[in-house]
């Protein structure tokens, strides 16, 4: 079966790079079909963000902090005025500070401990709103998380407090906007080389870890990861809602290491 996002628009917020979750996703999307926005935040971000939407075809791309009320009603009526409507939010958005991403969980800070719980999850509940009152005929709204939610990850530390509470919030927001047709799932891939994994103190190790033990042996690839967006913001996932899919080669299923790991 093809899965078509044809007729489709929506928004990508957090592409870095080329290599970010969000641009697998993105390209994945317009591969399919779908009309694209993107969002960034500050100048830099800006210039390696252009030439990736253009790519696909965008021009529409749109400065926005999420910790900004004022940035984030624009964001989202900029869209109202363009399309009137949109099908789907990608959230690829996260933060904490790189000098609390090694060593204990215990040495996390108070101001970084708020920062990372309002960007990597509050942002989530924020776009939600404002982009439900976009979705008249219903839409679905993506997120992005990992293991380390659920299951202690070195290093990742004051992150994994925030992708449990924007797990858990996915199952909120998924049983608030369910009658308006509108479904909440997140992603989770395993280890990926990102920019933003490589802020998380031992990223190479971990990332060698896990590509020998899943079962698959490999970790997940950009491409598997959009294939998994396409099908979640499509009509072929549309019972599908309040899940995290996991795209990791299989590695949450381990109790312990491959036996020529241990």
């Known amino acids: ?26 390209k994945a999307m317009a591969d399919a079909g779908a009309e694209l926005a993107f969002s960034y935040q500050g100048e830099a971000f800006g210039k390696r963000v252009e030439p990736l939407a253009a790519s696909v075809g965008s021009d529409t791309l749109i400065d926005v902090d999420v910790t900004n009320d004022e940035s984030m009603d624009l964001a989202f009526q900029t869209l109202k005025d363009k399309w009137g409507t949109i099908d789907f939010v990608v959230h690829a958005i996260a933060y904490s500070d790189k000098n609390e991403l090694t060593g204990r969980f215990i040495n996390t800070s108070r101001d970084n401990f708020c920062n990372s719980m309002v960007i990597s999850c509050y942002s989530f509940i924020e776009v939600s709103k404002r982009a439900s009152e976009l979705m008249p005929n219903g839409g679905t709204l993506l997120t992005l998380t990992y293991g ?6 070195p290093n990742y530390n004051v992150m994994g407090v925030a992708k449990a509470a924007l797990e858990s919030s996915v199952r909120y927001l998924a049983n608030d906007l369910g009658p308006q047709g509108i479904r909440v799932n997140a ?15 031992g990223a190479r190790a971990t990332f060698r870890h896990t590509e020998q033990n899943a079962p698959l042996r490999s970790n997940a690839t950009l491409e598997a990861v959009g294939g998994t967006a396409v099908y979640l913001a499509s009509d ?27």
């Open 1 to 26: 079966m093809t899965i078509s996002m044809q007729g489709k628009r929506g928004l990508i917020m957090g592409v870095a790079n080329e290599r970010s979750i969000a641009w697998g996703i993105a």
């Open 148 to 153: 380390g939610s659920n299951r202690v990850t």
């Open 187 to 201: 992603v989770s891939p395993g280890p990926m080389k990102t920019l933003a994994g490589a802020a998380i103190g």
């Open 236 to 262: 072929a996932g549309a019972y599908t809602t309040g899940e995290i899919i996991r795209v990791d080669g299989g590695f949450h299923v381990l109790g312990m290491p491959q036996q020529d790991h241990l």
